[in-house]
């Protein structure tokens, strides 16, 4: 699976956008890009995924670019609940029947600040 | 609708004793997967089962790690005997099985081996 490069850290102001980017230039043409978070003692939670075109639902924006090396996660106005470590992964969506696993890194801390 | 629960949510417990974890994953998702998180390490897989069949073992760290999934409604993963570095929040996670699902985690077991 490809391996993904986010910043260690982030501030947003609460009621801002915040943007998340992340870089996966050695992405293959089927691998999906997926986003998590995880607030503090909580286990990850699922946030949204894409392909190749941008995508949104109630809780973030997907952007990837043509390219698809990077997409940026766009919280459209962030909140102070929304202080978490965000986790972008690229995995391989398998319909044979096996879940690929997923490979997560470091992630981003996001801050949101009152 | 319950998500997936995991048992206990804190062990302390003194190192060469037998651990025993327990996940539940959510009904209807036939994919189940258990995960390591520390600090220096990150989130990483342990092991995951499609249809309560082992499909991927190769993060079991060694001999001491054994999980099983009698049915489709449980899962435990043990540690015997345990050693302080296996110190760490255990997570189990489920899915649907194929294309590009998403998984979702339980809040994690916070192990502790004095």
């Known amino acids: 699976d490809a391996k993904t490069t986010q910043p260690p850290s982030m501030d947003c102001a609460e009621g801002r956008a915040a943007n998340l980017p992340c870089n996966h230039s050695?992405?293959?043409?089927?691998?999906?890009v997926y986003w998590y978070r995880q607030i503090h003692s909580q286990g990850p939670q699922y946030i949204i995924h894409?392909?190749?075109?941008?995508e949104t639902n109630e809780m973030a924006s997907l952007i990837i670019t043509e390219d698809r090396k990077s997409s940026t996660l766009i919280l459209p106005h962030a909140t102070l609940r929304d202080t978490a470590v965000y986790y972008c992964i690229v995995r391989v969506a398998n319909n044979a029947g096996n879940n690929r696993k997923l490979i997560w890194g470091l992630g981003t801390s996001l801050a949101v600040n009152p | 609708d319950a998500g997936v629960i995991q048992s206990p949510r804190h062990e302390v417990t003194e190192m060469g004793q037998e651990v025993t974890l327990r996940c539940k994953p959510i009904s209807g998702h036939n994919s189940l997967f258990w995960y390591r998180q520390t600090m220096m390490r990150g989130l990483e897989l342990l092991i995951y089962f499609n249809n309560n069949v082992p499909i991927d073992d190769s993060g079991m760290p060694e001999d001491r790690f054994s999980a099983k999934m009698p049915n489709a409604s449980f899962s435990t993963l043990k540690i015997q005997p345990s050693e302080p570095r296996d110190s760490a929040v255990y997570f189990c996670?489920?899915?649907?099985?194929?294309?590009?699902?998403?998984?979702?985690f339980g809040d994690g077991t916070r192990l502790s081996i004095l």
């Open positions: 996670a489920s899915s649907t099985t194929g294309g590009y699902q998403p998984q979702h």
């Open positions: 050695t992405i293959s043409g089927n691998e999906y």
């Open positions: 894409g392909l190749k075109n941008n």
